[in-house]
């Protein structure tokens, strides 16, 4: 089991920044990928970036240039640093962590509660 806390939300007005956190901990699984997705009122949930263990990137095109995902492997923490927020960037944000057993190396996938991040114009 991996257990996710995430924190960082909020009301920013346009033009603003957040900073997102998401701890995952475990006492046996071994962390992997880690991304944030994001779900605005009425829509599905779309991924805004994922960042892999060995520090490889990818953004929503929505988001580039804009965000930027890290992450401190020896603390399994994944962060999203949120500059230029946009009325379109509202919605709540869950943080998503694959994370593998290594005595069945089975993979499994956990999400965050999700945190609310309110852009206003």
């Known amino acids: 089991q991996v257990q996710l806390v995430e924190s960082g939300g909020g009301l920013v007005q346009t033009g603003g920044s957040l900073r997102l956190s998401c701890a995952a901990s475990?006492?046996?699984?071994?962390?992997?990928?880690m991304a944030w997705y994001r779900r605005a009122a009425g829509n599905q949930r779309e991924l805004v970036a994922s960042?892999?263990?060995?520090?490889?990137?990818n953004y929503a095109d929505s988001v580039k240039g804009r965000f930027t995902i890290s992450r401190d492997n020896a603390k399994n923490t994944m962060y999203l640093q949120m500059n230029s927020l946009k009325t379109e960037d509202t919605g709540v944000y869950y943080c998503?962590?694959?994370?593998?057993?290594?005595?069945?190396?089975?993979?499994?996938?956990?999400w965050g509660q999700g945190t609310q991040v309110t852009v206003s114009s």
């Open positions: 960042i892999s263990a060995t520090g490889t990137t």
């Open positions: 475990s006492s046996i699984f071994t962390i992997n990928t």
């Open positions: 998503k962590v694959s994370g593998t057993n290594p005595r069945t190396m089975n993979n499994y996938f956990y």
